[in-house]
Structures are given as structure tokens and as C-alpha cells.
């Protein structure tokens, strides 16, 4: 059974930065996409950015340049380096997996990724 255990979430001024850390436990192929979704009260809940072979990575426009996906086989971790957090960041975060076959993109909409944390809280105040 895999579990996904998001940490690294708080609260921070606009301008700040975050890591968010997603722990795996059981085992998920390298060839698994992996990512985050947010939702923020009130809104849907959206695609910020996946990876995919450790190097092959898609990100929502409005992270582009600030977020940072990446993860470390070796430890069963995944990362997302938040940079020039701005209050519309603000939302909680979950860690997602799912298998789409090895020649599939990992796109951040039209897809359902069937493992997913329970989500780490970000805040970020003006």
C-alpha cells in the first residue's frame, strides 16, 4: 500500500519561501508521475507542477520561475522549493502519484492521480 505524507507547510510574508517534502512509503517505479495540488477555500483544486524521471518536469503557469519540483529516489522523497511566495499561494498542498503508463505525460489536468496525501497547509500573508 503506498502512503504519501506531505510536511514543510506553514505560515510566511509574501516574498518568503518554503520546501514542502513528501514522504513515500511502499514502493513506486521511478516511471511514476508524481506532483502537488493545491486548493485554496472556495476555489477548484489545481495542478502546480509533476515530475517524471526525475528530470522531466510540468509546471502551472503562475509557479513558473518562483516553484521547484524534484525528488530523491534514494530517500523515497519529493520536494517542491517554493520561491517569491505571493498570497495567492496560499492553499493547502498535496503531495500525488499515479502510474500512466511509461509513455504518458504527466499533465497537470484531464488526468486522476490515485494516490494523494493529506495535504500540508501554506499560508502567505501581504
Known amino acids: 500500500q503506498v502512503q504519501l505524507v506531505e510536511s514543510g507547510g506553514g505560515s510566511v510574508q509574501a516574498g518568503g519561501s518554503l520546501r514542502l517534502s513528501c514522504v513515500v512509503s511502499?514502493?513506486?517505479?521511478?516511471?511514476?508521475?508524481m506532483g502537488w495540488f493545491r486548493q485554496a477555500p472556495g476555489k477548484e483544486r489545481e495542478g502546480v507542477a509533476t515530475?517524471?524521471?526525475?528530470?522531466?518536469?510540468t509546471y502551472t503557469d503562475s509557479v513558473k520561475g518562483r516553484f521547484t519540483i524534484s525528488r530523491d529516489n534514494t530517500k523515497n522523497t519529493l520536494y517542491l522549493q517554493m520561491n517569491s511566495l505571493k498570497p495567492e499561494d496560499t492553499a493547502m498542498y498535496y503531495c500525488?502519484?499515479?502510474?500512466?503508463?511509461?509513455?504518458?505525460?504527466?499533465?497537470?489536468?484531464?488526468?486522476?492521480?490515485?494516490?494523494w496525501g493529506q495535504g500540508t497547509q501554506v499560508t502567505v500573508s501581504s
Open positions: 511502499g514502493f513506486i517505479p521511478s516511471t511514476y508521475c
Open positions: 515530475i517524471r524521471y526525475g528530470d522531466t518536469t
Open positions: 500525488v502519484a499515479a502510474d500512466f503508463g511509461p509513455f504518458a505525460s504527466c499533465r497537470l489536468t484531464g488526468l486522476t492521480y490515485n494516490y
